[in-house]
Nanobody, 131 residues
Framework: QVQLVESGGGSVQAGGSLRLSCAVSGITYNRNCLGWFRQTPGKAREGIAG???????????HYSASVRGRFTISQDNDKNTVYLQMDSLKPEDTGMYYC?????????????????????WGQGTQVTVSS
C-alpha cells in the first residue's frame, strides 16, 4: 500500500520561505510521478507543482502561474522523499498542502496539475502566511 506523509508546514510572514517534505513508502510505486496541490476552505483543490522525473535524471517539472518562479519541486530518490521549496511566500499561498503520486503519468502540465489525475494522496500539511 502506498503511503505519503507530508511535513514542514507552519506559519511564516509574507516574503519568507518554507520547505515541505513528502515521504513516500509502500509497495512498488512510480517515483517518477509526483505532485503538490493546495486547498483552501470553500475552494477546489489546486495543482501547483508537478514533476515527471526520469530514472537516470532529467525529466520535467511544471507549475501553476500562481507559484511559478517562487516554488520548486524536487525529489531525493535515496530518501523516497519529494520536496516543495516555497520562497517569497504571499498571504494567498495560505492553505492545506498535499502531495500525490501515481503509478503512471503524462509529462504535461494539463495532466500533472489536474487533481483528478492522481490516485495516491497524503493527509496534508497546513501553511499559513501572514501579511
Amino acid at each position: 500500500q502506498v503511503q505519503l506523509v507530508e511535513s514542514g508546514g507552519g506559519s511564516v510572514q509574507a516574503g519568507g520561505s518554507l520547505r515541505l517534505s513528502c515521504a513516500v513508502s509502500g509497495i512498488t510505486y512510480n517515483r517518477n510521478c509526483l505532485g503538490w496541490f493546495r486547498q483552501t476552505p470553500g475552494k477546489a483543490r489546486e495543482g501547483i507543482a508537478g514533476g515527471f522525473f526520469g530514472f537516470f535524471g532529467g525529466g520535467s517539472t511544471h507549475y501553476s502561474a500562481s507559484v511559478r518562479g517562487r516554488f520548486t519541486i524536487s525529489q531525493d530518490n535515496d530518501k523516497n522523499t519529494v520536496y516543495l521549496q516555497m520562497d517569497s511566500l504571499k498571504p494567498e499561498d495560505t492553505g492545506m498542502y498535499y502531495c500525490a503520486t501515481e503509478e503512471r503519468c503524462v509529462s504535461s502540465p494539463s495532466w500533472l496539475l489536474r487533481p483528478a489525475s492522481w490516485g495516491y494522496w497524503g493527509q496534508g500539511t497546513q501553511v499559513t502566511v501572514s501579511s
